[in-house]
C-alpha cells in the first residue's frame, strides 16, 4: 500500500462521533475475546436459552462479507438470540429482493448500488443497516499516462456492463470531480478477464470494477495500475457500500428480530476490523479461490469501521437515490427523501 492509500484508509477508519452510540450499544460482543471459535464456548457461555430461527442470504464468493462468517463461526448470532441459517446466494438482485419479500428468506446482504432502483419497484423490504464502505476501484494504467482522475480526459475506461454497480458509481464520481462521464471519458465493455489484457493492448487506458477482480488484475499486472479512486474517495469516504435487508413483515410482526440482526452484524464488522489475520482463517473456510495475505490485503481496502443506522442510513440512501436520479437510473418524478424514508427502517 502506498504512503497516499495508506493515509486514505487511515483517515476513512478513524471512528467517528456519530458511530460512537451504535458500538456502545453492541460493544459487549468486543469487551471480551472471541472463545471457541472452533468449539463455540464462548457461545455456549453467552448466548439465550432459546434461540430464534433466521434465515439469511449472502455471497460467500463477496470478501467484504467475511464477518458474516465471523458472526455465525463465532457465535455473535447467537449471543444476540439468532440461530441463523445462511443460504449461498448468486442470482441477480432482483431475484435476491423477490426472495426476501416473499419471505423464501427473511433477510440478506447486499450492494447498495444494486439495490437502488430495484427497491423504487416496491419490494418489501427494508434496509435496516449499513455495514462498510468500499468495494468498487478505478484505477488507472500507468504506461498509458493515466496516474490521477484528471488523467481520464479524453480516455477509454473498461467495465464488466454499462449497467454494473462500478460503472454507474464512477459516472457519478467522475461528474462530482469536474470530469463529464460522458463527453470527457468513453466506456468500453469487456469480460472482466479481459480487462487487464485490453489495457496492455491499448484499447483501454483505466478500469472499474469490484475486488477481487481489480486486486487481480493489479497484481497479475506487476505494478502497471494504479488506484484513482474508489466508493470511499470524498465525498463518499463516509457511506455505505454492502447493506442489510429484511423482510417487511419480519419488520412489523417481530422487531427485535431485525435489531438483533443488524447488531450482530456490526458487532462482527468491527471484530473483523480489529482481528484480521483470525477473519481471514475464518473466511477460507468458506471460499477456495483466494490466499490469506491476499485476503488481508483487501481487508485494507475496506472501511470496516463504516456502519450507518437510523438518521445517519436514511440519509446515506438519499444521497445515492439523489446520484442515480441524476443519473436517469431512478424515475424523474421520485423524491430522494420520500424513497429513503420508504425503503429503510430504523432497528437500533
Known amino acids: 500500500m502506498s504512503h497516499e492509500e495508506e493515509k486514505r484508509h487511515t483517515a476513512a477508519n478513524v471512528a467517528n462521533p456519530k458511530r460512537r452510540s451504535l458500538l456502545a450499544a453492541g460493544s459487549a460482543v468486543l469487551a471480551a475475546p472471541l472463545l471457541g471459535l472452533s468449539g463455540n464456548t464462548w457461545a455456549q457461555a453467552t448466548a439465550p436459552a432459546k434461540l430464534t430461527p433466521?434465515?439469511?442470504a449472502w455471497n460467500p464468493s463477496s470478501f467484504c462479507l467475511t464477518p458474516v462468517a465471523v458472526a455465525k463461526e463465532s457465535g455473535i448470532f447467537e449471543k444476540n438470540g439468532l440461530d441463523v441459517t445462511l443460504i449461498n446466494f448468486g442470482g441477480s438482485t432482483d431475484q435476491l429482493l423477490e426472495a426476501i419479500a416473499t419471505n423464501k428468506s427473511q433477510a440478506a446482504v447486499g450492494m447498495i448500488y444494486r439495490w437502488i432502483k430495484p427497491l423504487e419497484a416496491g419490494?418489501?423490504?427494508?434496509i435496516v443497516a449499513g455495514l462498510h464502505g468500499g468495494c468498487l476501484r478505478l484505477i488507472g494504467y500507468k504506461p498509458a499516462n493515466v496516474t490521477k482522475l484528471e488523467d481520464l480526459r479524453g480516455k477509454t475506461i473498461g467495465v464488466q456492463d454499462l449497467g454494473a454497480p462500478a460503472t454507474h458509481f464512477f459516472h457519478v464520481l467522475l461528474q462530482k470531480h469536474?470530469?463529464?462521464?460522458?463527453?470527457?471519458?468513453q466506456w468500453r465493455v469487456y469480460q472482466r478477464d479481459l480487462l487487464g489484457l485490453a489495457a496492455e493492448k491499448g484499447e483501454i487506458q483505466a478500469l472499474a470494477d469490484s475486488d477481487p477482480i481489480v486486486y487481480n488484475i493489479e497484481r497479475d499486472s506487476k505494478g502497471a495500475f494504479v488506484e484513482l479512486a474508489s466508493n470511499i474517495t470524498s465525498p463518499y469516504h463516509d457511506k455505505s457500500c454492502c447493506v442489510?435487508?429484511?423482510?417487511?413483515?419480519?419488520l412489523r410482526e417481530n422487531k427485535p428480530v431485525a435489531t438483533a440482526l443488524a447488531r450482530s452484524l456490526i458487532d462482527a464488522y468491527e471484530w473483523t476490523a480489529n482481528n484480521v489475520d483470525a477473519a481471514a482463517q475464518i473466511f477460507l473456510k468458506y471460499t477456495t479461490?483466494?490466499?490469506l495475505d491476499e485476503l488481508k490485503a483487501l481487508y485494507a481496502t475496506l472501511n470496516l469501521h463504516h456502519h450507518a443506522i437510523g438518521t445517519d442510513l436514511r440519509d446515506e440512501i438519499a444521497f445515492f437515490a439523489e446520484d442515480f436520479k441524476k443519473l436517469g437510473v431512478l424515475k424523474p418524478t421520485t423524491d430522494p427523501l420520500k424513497y429513503a424514508d420508504h425503503v429503510f427502517a430504523k432497528v437500533l
Open 123 to 126: 419490494f418489501d423490504v427494508k
Open 178 to 185: 469536474g470530469i463529464d462521464p460522458e463527453k470527457d471519458v
Open 289 to 291: 479461490n483466494i490466499k
Open 244 to 250: 442489510v435487508g429484511v423482510n417487511g413483515a419480519l
Open 54 to 56: 433466521l434465515s439469511f
